[in-house]
Each structure stands twice: as structure tokens, then as C-alpha cells.
T-cell receptor, first 111, second 114 residues
Framework: SQQGEEDPQALSIQEGENATMNCSYKTSINNLQWYRQNSGRGLVHLILIRSNEREKHSGRLRVTLDTSKKSSSLLITASRAADTASYFCAMTTGANSKLTFGKGITLSVRP | DGGITQSPKYLFRKEGQNVTLSCEQNLNHDAMYWYRQDPGQGLRLIYYSQIVNDFQKGDIAEGYSVSREKKESFPLTVTSAQKNPTAFYLC?????????????FGSGTQLSVL
């Protein structure tokens, strides 16, 4: 089944640096979403980008989508210790409105 | 405050026992979902409900059952037929079951086998 593959699996950066996370997928998508999960908690929706969009911004978050390469990236600028979490991409394909999640990226931001 | 409440936060199951995980939402959402999360894995869909009195199997429904008798409630029963139930279970909801809806999640229930 369609599942996003995030890269890298884990990322450790210093506070203030930018964090870039990537998600690749196999078949055409309707839209792609990014979620954040703090340890032992539920997921929180960050941003949704549609297949006809190339870039979206939300605060310190920037998401890009390249449908020709079947990939998306999530950029967090000026990272903070509070950004430490797991980040998941999720997507819907075809007429299937079920959301399929990747395995996640663990981001650690060192103070 | 509107949101999704899952209970209990931790649950232990004995061999051969059925256990029920609670999920309640006051967001007035039509659609509700149950996901299972294993360490190092993405979320996998167990069951979903688009509207009251209706539900469909997800990708890993075997060993689980659900009901949707009220709009606000979508309990998940982990039956004795589920041989590997230890996981983190997440309930979520959306306004409607549509392609462009974002999911709102509860805080999860960690189920372990005694």
C-alpha cells in the first residue's frame, strides 16, 4: 500500500539551526499532510499541501511538494528545543480518502 | 475546550481477555478513526466510521471490533483473537470523511499484555 518514506529517520540539530525533513512516496497523491507527535502523545496536524500546490508556509514551517519527484520536504526554521518531536508525513491517493502515514522522523533539538 | 478524550491512558490485558478503549469527541465531527502505532512504525488504520451507525474495516481490523451508536463516541474492543495487542492506540476525528480533511487526535492509550 502507499506509504510515505521519511528521510532521515533521525535528526539531531542545535537550537537555532534549520531542520529539513523529507518524505517520498510511490504513486500519485491527492494531498500530503505533515503531523508532529510529542513523546507518548497524539499527533498534531501541521500543514496540508495539495497536489497542485508547490509550497506552503505556516509560521516557521515551510513545506514543498515536487510531484515529478514524488517527494515533499518540511523545513523548520530557527529551531527550538520545543520542536523536539517525531514528524510524520501522510497522504491520500486516488479515490481512497484514507490517510496513509509514513514511519516518522525523530527530531532532537539540543538547547 | 473541544477535543478528543481517550481513556484509559494505560491498559493491561490478561490472556484471553477482551478490553475496550474509550474515545469521546465534542468537536461535532462526523468521522472517527482508530489507529495502531508500533515502535518505529507509522500509524496503521484499524477501523473508521464516516457517520453514526456505520463503520468500515481499515487495513488491520482482524482481532478488533468497534461500534458507533452515538456521534460523540467510537469505542474500540481488542478481542482475545488479537494475538499481539501491545501497542499505542490513537483515536482521531475529522469533520467529514474527505480527502482534504485534517485529523484531530486524542492523547492515546498504551495497551500492554500481562
Amino acid at each position: 500500500s502507499q506509504q510515505g518514506e521519511e528521510d532521515p529517520q533521525a535528526l539531531s540539530i542545535q537550537e537555532g539551526e534549520n531542520a529539513t525533513m523529507n518524505c517520498s512516496y510511490k504513486t500519485s497523491i491527492n494531498n500530503l499532510q505533515w503531523y508532529r507527535q510529542n513523546s507518548g502523545r497524539g499527533l498534531v496536524h501541521l500543514i496540508l499541501i495539495r497536489s497542485n500546490e508547490r509550497e506552503k508556509h505556516s509560521g516557521r514551517l515551510r513545506v514543498t511538494l515536487d510531484t515529478s519527484k514524488k517527494s515533499s520536504s518540511l523545513l523548520i526554521t530557527a529551531s527550538r528545543a520545543a520542536d523536539t518531536a517525531s514528524y510524520f508525513c501522510a497522504m491520500t491517493t486516488g479515490a481512497n480518502s484514507k490517510l496513509t502515514f509514513g514511519k516518522g522522523i525523530t527530531l532532537s533539538v539540543r538547547p | 475546550d473541544g477535543g478528543i478524550t481517550q481513556s484509559p491512558k494505560y491498559l493491561f490485558r490478561k490472556e484471553g481477555q477482551n478490553v475496550t478503549l474509550s474515545c469521546e469527541q465534542n468537536l461535532n465531527h462526523d468521522a472517527m478513526y482508530w489507529y495502531r502505532q508500533d515502535p518505529g512504525q507509522g500509524l496503521r488504520l484499524i477501523y473508521y466510521s464516516q457517520i453514526v451507525n456505520d463503520f468500515q474495516k481499515g487495513d488491520i481490523a482482524e482481532g478488533y471490533s468497534v461500534s458507533r451508536e452515538k456521534k460523540e463516541s467510537f469505542p474500540l474492543t481488542v478481542t482475545s483473537a488479537q494475538k499481539n495487542p501491545t501497542a499505542f492506540y490513537l483515536c482521531a476525528s475529522t469533520r467529514q470523511h474527505r480527502l482534504d480533511e485534517k485529523l484531530f487526535f486524542g492523547s492515546g492509550t498504551q495497551l500492554s499484555v500481562l
